[in-house]
Nanobody
Framework: QVQLVESGGGLVQAGGSLSLSCTAS????????MGWYRQAPGLRRELVAT???????NYADSVKGRFTISRDNAKNTVYLQMNNLNPEDTAVYYC??????????????WGQGTQVTVSS
């Protein structure tokens, strides 16, 4: 059983920055891919960014050049640095950890979510 605890988020003005972090814990921890997803009201959850254990990254087109995902394997922690935020980035952000090389599979674990609100 993997537990994911997120921190960060909050309220920021458009053009501002926020940083999220997520730490995984649990017995027999097996984590390969980690990532961030988000869900805005009335919309489906969408992928924001993913990172493999080896550091390969993937971003949604909407956040490329503005968001940076990174991880510390020794700490089982994944980070999301969000710059130049705009109101369309407002959503609940969820951390994801998966024992496979892909996030969001049926084997994934999810964090509880953290609210990011960007005011115009």
């Amino acid at each position: 059983q993997v537990q994911l605890v997120e921190s960060g988020g909050g309220l920021v003005q458009a053009g501002g920055s926020l940083s999220l972090s997520c730490t995984a814990s649990g017995s027999g921890l097996r984590i390969s891919a980690m990532g961030w997803y988000r869900q805005a009201p009335g919309l489906r959850r969408e992928l924001v960014a993913t990172i493999t254990r080896g550091g390969n990254t993937n971003y949604a087109d909407s956040v490329k050049g503005r968001f940076t995902i990174s991880r510390d394997n020794a700490k089982n922690t994944v980070y999301l640095q969000m710059n130049n935020l705009n109101p369309e980035d407002t959503a609940v952000y969820y951390c994801n950890a998966d024992p496979s090389s892909r996030t969001g599979t049926s084997m994934s674990s999810w964090g509880q979510g953290t609210q990011v609100t960007v005011s115009s």
